[in-house]
Structure formats: C-alpha cells, structure tokens
C-alpha cells in the first residue's frame, strides 16, 4: 500500500529580536543643557542629539538651558529650522547670555523664557579675511551680497516671531548693543522672567562639543 504524501515541514524562522515596549506614562520633558558656541560641527552634533532622543524616549518637549556667544550665521539659521520642524514642543531658556545669531535659535522655542540676570545681544554680521587675501570687485560684491542676504534672513525670523520690527532690528545691528530682560519682555522676544528649575529625577543631556 502506498504511502500518501506528507506536508512539507514548515520552516524554521529565525528568531527575532523585538524591541521592548516604549510606555510613557505622561508627558516627558527632556532637559538639554547648550553652552557653547555656534558653528556647522557643533550643530550637526546637537541635531544627532535631538534626532536620538526622540527616536529612542519619545519626549513631548525639549526644554533647551540656552547660552551662546553665537558663530556661524548659516548653521544658526539651519539649527533653527531644524527646531522648528520637530513633531515636539520646544522650550528655550537663557541662562546667560544669548549673542548673535543665537537669537535666531532661541526664537524656535514656541515657549521663551529667561533667568534673571541674562541678556540678549543684536549686532551686525561681520566676515573674516586671510592675512593676504586679495579680493576683486566682483569677490566684494559677492561677500556684500551675501552679507546683506544673511542679515534679511535674520532680521525676517526676528521680526516674524517678536514684536521686533525690521527698522528697530537694522538699529539693533548698528548699536551692537546688550538687552537686559525688559527689553525683552517688551518687544516678546521672552514670554517671562523664571529663574530655570529642573524636576528631581528629570533627564537630562548637557553637552560638551569639540
């Protein structure tokens, strides 16, 4: 008598890690602590930050202790649209002194505040040249043009997120002058005056670029 034909054996699969469960039982503020400079290397690396955080603790808010002496116009601006599209609220607070184009970064937080004693400082957009550097009509030209382009972009984030107009900021520029917290609370670059307060066991990332 035949054998009727068995089923082949089903496959073995191979096994499969899972990731565990992410359970978050309320909102999750990330505390983020920046003091330091701004250039395209330290950006990159504060953007790496922010990316990792939110991919592995799902916060609802990233509440940035802020103070910069500000740097490169270009990684500043790109700093801030990178804030500004994150699926996250962005909380900024100057714990210092908040210079150059660090304002522009701080205006991405959607909640703004400062601790006593901290200031804000507007000046204009300076270039560096070589010792020998040597520079034809059109090369001055360029660097005008991008200097004059640099300062519109700056001066449209400002205005568009205070009540800093365009012809108050071109005076600030000028001026190089240093805001203290009336200012601020006056022309809405702040929406208060609170001296920062973390919650005990609250997480947080302080960071220290090369």
Not at 64 to 82: D, E, K, Q, R
Not at 156 to 184: C, H, P, R, V, W
Request: proline letters at 8%; aromatic letters at 8%; one cysteine or more.
């Amino acid at each position: 008598m035949d054998t009727p034909p068995q089923p082949p054996a089903p496959a073995t699969l191979p096994p499969v890690n899972l990731p565990p469960p992410v359970t978050v039982p309320g909102p999750k503020t990330i505390y983020i602590n920046y003091f330091d400079g701004i250039n395209e290397t330290k950006v990159k690396v504060l953007m790496a930050v922010c990316a990792e955080i939110l991919a592995k603790q799902k916060p609802d808010t990233l509440y940035f202790l802020f103070s910069s002496n500000g740097g490169s116009v270009t990684a500043g601006i790109t700093l801030y649209n990178f804030l500004r599209a994150l699926p996250v609220e962005v909380v900024m607070h100057n714990t210092g002194s908040i210079d150059s184009i660090a304002t522009v970064i701080f205006m991405a937080g959607k909640k703004r505040y400062a601790a006593k004693h901290s200031t804000f400082l507007f000046h204009g957009i300076a270039t560096q040249f070589g010792a020998n550097a040597s520079l034809d009509r059109c090369k001055m030209e360029e660097i005008l043009s991008s200097l004059t382009q640099d300062e519109n972009k700056i001066t449209g984030i400002i205005s568009g997120t205070t009540q800093l107009t365009a012809e108050e900021l071109k005076k600030l520029y000028i001026q190089g002058e240093t805001k203290d917290l009336t200012f601020a609370m006056d022309k809405g670059i702040i929406q208060e005056i609170r001296d920062p307060s973390i919650p005990k066991d609250a997480a947080i990332v302080s960071l220290n670029i090369n």
